[in-house]
């Protein structure tokens, strides 16, 4: 999951978002991701920016990238759960 995460991070920060500002990105990605899951990419941007991400755009393969991460995510904090 590191592995993926890193990536990402590596792909906004290509994209032009500022390092700083990647973990809230992230959070209001994931927010966005996990309300309706079944968001295109035109859509999560149109949505990011109504939140005020003007200066950030996810690609498809971003996109692919970040529900990979927070699946994977997902799938550790329920392992720690049990």
């Known amino acids: 999951m590191a592995d993926l995460k890193l990536l990402l991070i590596d792909r906004l920060k290509f994209k ?3 390092p700083s ?3 809230a990105f992230l ?3 994931m927010s966005l991701i996990s309300s309706e899951p079944r968001l295109e ?3 999560i941007n ?3 920016q109504s939140l005020g991400w003007d ?3 996810i690609d498809y393969h971003s996109l692919q990238i970040a ?3 927070f699946e994977a995510e997902a799938k550790t904090r329920k ?3 049990k």
């Open 16 to 18: 032009g978002l500022d």
């Open 21 to 23: 500002l990647i973990p």
């Open 27 to 29: 959070k209001a990605l």
């Open 41 to 43: 990419p035109t859509q």
């Open 46 to 48: 149109h949505r990011l």
């Open 55 to 57: 200066e950030a755009a």
């Open 67 to 69: 529900i990979a991460c």
């Open 79 to 81: 392992g720690e759960i």
